[in-house]
């Protein structure tokens, strides 16, 4: 069973860049072709998707967002993360990452499971 | 960007009572929509993928319905651990493009 784990600093000055890593265990990124992606929840709202990385290296990223993140992969540490620049504290949420769901020996580019535990990221000088 | 809207925002549900949740999509996603519950403090799960498939180890208990722009959970006997928020979510596979609702609460009554 994949599992994930998010790090990086849980405080972040405003205009800074903010710097999340997604470690994976249990299961090789490189092994399971399809989409990673990293998910943020501000607090008392819903999910908000950021953007999506496959093993490849190709990424996705959320229009509303895309001017500002680079997400990337490291497949000899079996890790993917995220940059965010210019943050503010609208940029204030838990930040998730997770795996693309696989049931047997399928898996699948839409659905997303486990997640890891999120990490609470608070803009503020 | 597709929108996707969820109703109510709230439901509150007696134990062995049936829950409704409903999803709504801008435009059309076919049946490439998902559903998760997140309970507090904790990480969502998947419960419900291709509108209509359990996830693993999901009880027969939650099931999904609906294609196109409209969706529907069904929880047939809601139990106490049911509690929670339920966050439906599209897939566009090109370009790709994932979207979720805002989420409907479950509390217990």
């Known amino acids: 069973q994949v599992q994930l784990q998010e790090s990086g600093p849980g405080l972040v000055k405003p205009s800074e860049t903010l710097s999340l890593t997604c470690t994976v265990s249990?299961?090789?990124?490189?092994?399971?072709?399809?989409?990673w992606i990293w998910i943020r929840q501000p607090p008392e709202k819903g999910l908000e998707w950021i953007g999506s990385?496959?093993?490849?290296?190709?990424?996705y990223y959320n229009p509303s967002l895309k001017s500002r993140i680079t997400i990337s992969v490291d497949t000899s540490k079996n890790q993917f993360s995220l940059q965010m620049s210019s943050v503010t504290a609208a940029d204030t949420a838990v930040y998730y990452c997770?795996?693309?769901?696989?049931?047997?020996?399928?898996?699948?580019?839409?659905?997303?499971?486990?997640w890891g535990q999120g990490t609470l990221v608070t803009v503020s000088s | 960007e597709i929108v996707m809207t969820q109703s109510p925002a709230t439901l509150s549900v007696s134990p062995g009572e049936r829950a409704t949740l409903s999803c709504r999509a801008s435009?059309?996603?076919?049946?490439?929509l998902a559903w998760y519950q997140q309970k507090p403090g904790q990480a969502p799960r998947l419960l419900i993928y291709?509108?209509?498939t359990r996830a693993t180890g999901i009880p027969a208990r939650f099931s999904g319905s609906g294609s196109g722009t409209e969706f529907t959970l069904t929880i047939s006997s809601l139990q106490s651990e049911d509690f929670g928020v339920y966050s439906c979510?599209?897939?566009?596979?090109?370009?790709?493009?994932?979207?979720f609702g805002q989420g409907t609460k479950v509390e217990i009554k």
């Open positions: 997770a795996s693309p769901y696989c049931s047997g020996s399928n898996c699948y580019d839409g659905w997303f499971d486990p």
């Open positions: 249990g299961g090789s990124i490189r092994s399971i072709n399809y989409y």
């Open positions: 990385i496959y093993h490849s290296g190709s990424t």
């Open positions: 435009q059309s996603v076919s049946s490439n």
């Open positions: 291709g509108a209509s």
């Open positions: 979510q599209q897939y566009l596979n090109w370009p790709p493009e994932w979207t």
